[in-house]
């Protein structure tokens, strides 16, 4: 009953720990139900094949997401000939797949991938199956059928974009699908090896039958997939936008509970701090300690219960909405669906009630020590703001802090960030604890203007600031945790691209470079327009001991000139051998890391698979430094182009600059919206918008490199500061709705003596300006040390210069948006209480 007549008489100061909870437990069951739905899916072109053999799987990479090792030629026509042969099955389809994109009005349309090739032969078709909506296969290796999307009627002439290069096709016939069907014989010189066969079975076929016999044929040199392990097959591109997404949702998750916990914590801490006559009173008529406690605890989990309620019902309501949200971002691939199912709100609505009960164990434990005798004290003054274990807690946490600033430059690459943020989170903690020592001098220091203005307004925000430090401490807190969290993340994803793009930039020798354009990659008729060194990707695939039946392990290659690409180098470093010497189709240059792990030393040989399917022994004439080439293995442009049909042109360093290229430092357009440009010099011209290039300066090129991974991680970062923001407003708005409740008495003694409703008012909205300055003046320390030392140790590890970027825009947003919120939460029940007064018969003035 007691619990009962307490939620009643208080629920306006319990909103804050509702609202945070009822937000986390939605956002906590909107990404459960995301997360749990967001598994493989069968690729839409395999979609109507009940059985598919699928070659050699490969080691995983870390960071990878490789394809499977295709056959070599010979052995997938013998596996084509046995699959055909099994009773049931009436034909065995292996699916030739090639880069191609159609050019519309003189620009290459789409988004297709490298890693997921839209060309393919016209017997591939079968295996989605897509229905010939008009016209007929084709016949000739000049015709193609395509998807009827592209709103293109048979007998019309279209553009497809190969890894050759540009060239005409009649369109024979449409499809109800996405892809470029050809002929399988033309489909033979485009495409890359075989890595899938597709058995095409009759209505009277025995799935399971088919599928045992196809495993016996093909034993330890592939897998036999059906049903939903035909998902495995999802392309490259897909399974490592999901990964991406889950990475995003699960830390947005980790957060919203990290920050949940926050805001009831300090919520009911400072509800318990205002609360101390009550809790002395049922002291003082006979209430022990344990049952104070359980009062606490049963109000917490009365508003949690409810909370958890209303947030399930709003999470699962969002979730599909959030998922569509998802996919334009680019955190899920497209064909994303959000599948609804009752275990993750029901797991949502037991993590809620369980984030409650942490949230308020440190308060209850307060309100259990609560001696009788606080129900007679009056004063608000704070007896000891600081106690011993605020002293040794805060200074060991900022001890800690700036001891992991200090050793920061001595961490790896892919640490430094990382540390940063232990090193952010331990001064956060440390000024979080010692803010009441900081706190006077900088409430003298940030309202001294107001003691220059007549009234006595600032001598009230400064008089009130510090009779209750640790109030004041209590209330900017979320501001100090959420400024210094948005600063630290958001300064440091850019500080770290500006870095690495500078890095990048100072490591080539060149005039301009050729970029794609709306395309994954340059055609070899779009390398040959512009004379420089070009850089051609692919992958090879070395033997793994022990890896039984897989395919071995995937190994990051490229094709390059040998002379060109020493000469636009400036990081190539070789540590023996002789650069020189790569030439021929049996030579290759190794990285120090690839070496040492496959035992490989110069004049020393190695045998490898291609993916054209083909394997053969290469000569090993060199090995660099790690790092000081984009790959781990380096061979010829003229054997790449031999072994892997469909591969295409990262880059091409020109000779000369790029005409009109922007050398401000401004990252370079990747959507392909860019004008096509040429180079200044004798013989060059405008490139053809249809071959998807154009020319960039070298420090657009460096800065553009990662635009699309940039782009990622940026919205990552806003989503993870939004949340932590988010909660920040709830935490700072409830904090001073319920200070200012609880002043209500001093605000109307202001008046009776002789102030204004305004000269009230304006000191209340002073006073919560006041505390938002406070904490993000703190907040503002963590983040520039941390931010200090990651630049200091960028630097150190790329060898150029590091600008420090500082999101002031971000950081505008964050307190502008906190301010704007507290102002609102302070003045309007400021101003309700001035409005009623006690009695409701006393007349103020209004002005």
Do not use: K
């Not at 997360?35 to 799987?57: C, H, I, K």
């Not at 199956?129 to 059928?145: H, I, Q, T, W």
């Not at 407003?729 to 109307?748: E, F, P, S, W």
């Not at 947003?813 to 209480?833: E, I, T």
Request: proline share 7%; glycine share 10%.
């Amino acid at each position: 009953m007691l619990t009962v007549a307490a939620l009643r008489a208080r629920w306006s100061r319990l909103l804050g720990p509702f609202v945070a909870l009822c937000l986390g437990v939605a956002l906590m069951s909107m990404t459960a139900l995301v997360l749990v739905s967001a598994n493989p899916q069968v690729p839409d072109r395999y979609a109507g094949t009940e059985v598919l053999v699928a070659g050699p799987t490969v080691a995983e990479v870390s960071g990878t997401f490789p394809e499977r090792r295709p056959w070599s030629p010979r052995r997938a026509a013998e596996l084509v000939d046995r699959l055909a042969a099994i009773p049931g099955v009436r034909a065995a389809v292996p699916d030739r797949s090639f880069y191609a994109q159609a050019v519309l009005d003189g620009r290459p349309v789409g988004e297709p991938a490298v890693t997921d090739p839209q060309g393919h032969g016209w017997s591939s078709a079968a295996l989605a199956p897509y229905r010939l909506v008009a016209g007929s296969p084709p016949a000739r290796a000049d015709e193609v059928v395509l998807d009827r999307a592209l709103a293109l009627d048979p007998g019309t002439t279209v553009t497809l974009l190969t890894a050759t290069g540009p060239a005409r096709y009649t369109v024979s016939g449409t499809v109800d699908g996405a892809g470029f069907f050809v002929t399988d014989a033309a489909a033979v010189p485009l495409a890359r090896g075989i890595r899938v066969i597709g058995l095409v079975t009759g209505s009277d076929a025995d799935p399971a039958a088919v599928r045992a016999a196809a495993t016996a044929i093909v034993g330890r040199d592939g897998s036999v997939l059906s049903g939903d392990a035909r998902a495995e097959l999802e392309p490259p591109r897909d399974a490592r936008t999901r990964w991406i997404g889950m990475q995003v949702l699960t830390a947005m998750t980790a957060l919203a509970g990290f920050v949940s916990i926050f805001v009831v914590a300090s919520t009911f801490a400072f509800a318990v701090a205002q609360r101390r006559r009550e809790f002395g009173l049922l002291r003082t008529v006979g209430a022990t300690p344990r049952q104070v406690r359980t009062m606490v605890y049963a109000e917490a989990l009365a508003v949690g219960a409810v909370a958890a309620v209303v947030g399930v019902l709003l999470g699962t309501a969002c979730a599909p909405l959030f998922g569509h949200l998802l996919i334009e971002a680019g955190f899920q691939p497209a064909g994303f669906r959000v599948r609804l199912a009752p275990w993750p709100p029901a797991a949502a609505f037991g993590v809620g009630l369980v984030v409650a009960l942490l949230g308020v164990w440190s308060a209850s434990r307060r309100a259990g020590r609560v001696r009788p005798l606080e129900a007679l004290r009056e004063a608000a003054v704070d007896r000891r703001p600081m106690t011993r274990a605020r002293w040794i807690g805060g200074v060991a946490a900022t001890t800690g802090g700036l001891w992991l600033t200090v050793v920061l430059s001595r961490a790896g690459a892919d640490d430094i960030v990382n540390r940063a943020l232990y090193a952010a989170m331990a001064l956060t903690l440390g000024l979080t604890l010692l803010a009441p020592v900081f706190i006077p001098p900088l409430t003298y220091a940030l309202t001294w203007p107001l003691e220059r203005l007549r009234g006595a307004t600032g001598m009230l925000v400064r008089r009130n600031a510090l009779t209750a430090v640790r109030r004041t401490a209590s209330t900017s807190a979320p501001m100090l945790l959420t400024v210094g969290f948005a600063v630290l993340i958001a300064g440091s994803v850019a500080t770290s691209a500006g870095a690495y793009a500078s890095r990048d930039a100072a490591a080539v020798r060149a005039g301009a470079v050729l970029v794609p354009s709306g395309t994954p990659g340059l055609s070899d008729a779009a390398v040959a327009a512009v004379p420089g060194t070009a850089l051609l990707p692919t992958t090879v695939y070395a033997d793994a001991e022990g890896a039984g039946a897989s395919g071995g392990v995937p190994i990051r290659a490229a094709g390059v000139d040998p002379a060109g690409f020493a000469r636009v180098n400036g990081r190539l470093s070789v540590l023996s051998g002789a650069f020189d010497a790569l030439r021929g189709p049996d030579t290759a240059v190794v990285s120090a890391d690839l070496a040492g792990r496959r035992g490989w030393t110069v004049g020393g040989s190695a045998v490898l698979g291609y993916p054209d399917g083909s394997s053969g022994t290469v000569r090993l004439v060199a090995v660099v430094a790690d790092g000081s080439i984009p790959v781990e293995m380096l061979f010829t442009r003229e054997s790449v182009r031999a072994r892997d049909p469909s591969a295409l042109t990262e880059s091409v360093f020109a000779v000369g600059p790029a005409t009109g290229a922007d050398d401000s430092g401004s990252p370079a357009p990747t959507d392909g919206s860019g004008p096509a440009t040429g180079v200044d010099g004798p013989g060059s011209s405008a490139l053809p918008s249809e071959l998807g290039a154009r020319l960039v300066s070298v420090v657009d090129y460096a800065q553009g490199r990662a635009a699309q991974e940039d782009r990622l991680v940026w919205l990552a970062t806003l989503l993870l500061i939004g949340v932590s923001a988010g909660y920040t407003a709830v935490a700072l708005a409830n904090t001073l709705l319920m200070a200012t409740a609880h002043r209500t008495r001093d605000l109307l003694l202001l008046l009776r003596s002789g102030a204004t409703v305004r000269q009230v008012l304006t000191s209340v909205a002073a006073e919560s300006a006041l505390v938002v300055l406070i904490g993000t003046t703190l907040g503002l320390v963590v983040p520039t040390v941390a931010l200090l030392a990651i630049r200091s140790a960028l630097s150190e590890q790329v060898g150029v210069p590091v600008d420090l970027v500082i999101p002031w825009p971000t950081i505008a947003a964050v307190v502008g948006g906190c301010l704007a919120l507290a102002l609102v939460a302070s003045v309007l029940p400021a101003r309700m209480a001035l409005r009623a007064g006690p009695g409701g018969g006393i007349a103020h003035r209004a002005e």
